[in-house]
């Protein structure tokens, strides 16, 4: 009975790791596409200046608000 576990295990995980190993190869990206740090890189200035742009405004806006109090 030892020996049949054994060998029944023994398949489980052959397939088990043919499984992952498919899988793996599978989710790899397309060569056409490019990876998300670099879409990521293009992303952040527009961001970072459309944040800046609007702290620019509201420090402006209390500027004014400032001496009309």
């Known amino acids: 009975?030892?020996?049949l576990m054994s060998l029944v295990?023994?398949?489980l995980?052959?397939?088990g790791i043919t499984t992952v190993a498919f899988a793996a190869d599978a989710t790899a990206p397309a060569t056409?596409?490019?990876p998300a740090?670099?879409?990521m890189?293009?992303?952040a200035p527009k961001k970072k200046k459309a944040k800046?742009?609007?702290k620019a405004e509201k420090t402006?806006?209390?500027?004014e608000e400032a001496p009309a109090k």
């Not at 402006?60 to 500027?63: D, L, N, R």
């Open 13 to 15: 995980f052959a397939f």
């Open 1 to 3: 009975m030892k020996k």
């Open 41 to 43: 890189e293009k992303k």
């Open 9 to 11: 295990i023994a398949v």
């Open 52 to 54: 800046k742009a609007k």
């Open 37 to 39: 740090a670099e879409k």
């Open 60 to 63: 402006e806006e209390k500027k």
């Open 32 to 34: 056409t596409e490019k």
